[in-house]
């Protein structure tokens, strides 16, 4: 019923740049909260960043002042600007979104996740 797919993701440099996108779509009334996870390899995933649907937010300690996460209610999407990218921010980052969504006339709320894009940040 409902799809997020993700989008951004890349190989760069450290010290670079990336912008990740996240386009929720399906049956959805309204979106709650929005945010971005990672996982690295052998490690567990862990929230990198999150948005109310007011917009305010919260970041994990190590990607403060760095990234930025951003929303557009009107098109269902979320997206993570990450500046000053380091090695050890190397990971596929998942989307995830409490949507309320509609199906056969009944209102439901999910828990959803993204494919997942990776994030490579070479020395």
């Known amino acids: 019923q409902v799809q997020l797919v993700e989008s951004g993701g890349g190989l760069v440099q450290a010290g670079g740049s990336l912008r990740l996108s996240c386009v929720a779509s399906?049956?959805?009334?309204?979106?709650?909260?929005m945010g971005w996870y990672r996982q690295a390899p052998g490690k567990q995933r862990e929230l990198v960043a999150a948005?109310?649907?007011?917009?305010?937010?919260n970041y994990e300690d190590s990607v403060k002042g760095r990234f930025t996460i951003s929303r557009d209610n009107a098109k269902n999407t979320v997206y993570l600007q990450m500046n000053s990218l380091k090695p050890e921010d190397t990971a596929v980052y998942y989307c995830?979104?409490?949507?309320?969504?509609?199906?056969?006339?009944?209102?439901?709320?999910?828990?959803?996740w993204g494919q997942g894009t990776r994030v490579t940040v070479s020395s």
């Open positions: 995830n979104a409490d949507v309320l969504y509609l199906s056969g006339g009944y209102y439901y709320t999910g828990d959803y």
């Open positions: 399906g049956s959805i009334f309204s979106i709650k909260d």
């Open positions: 948005i109310t649907t007011g917009g305010s937010t």
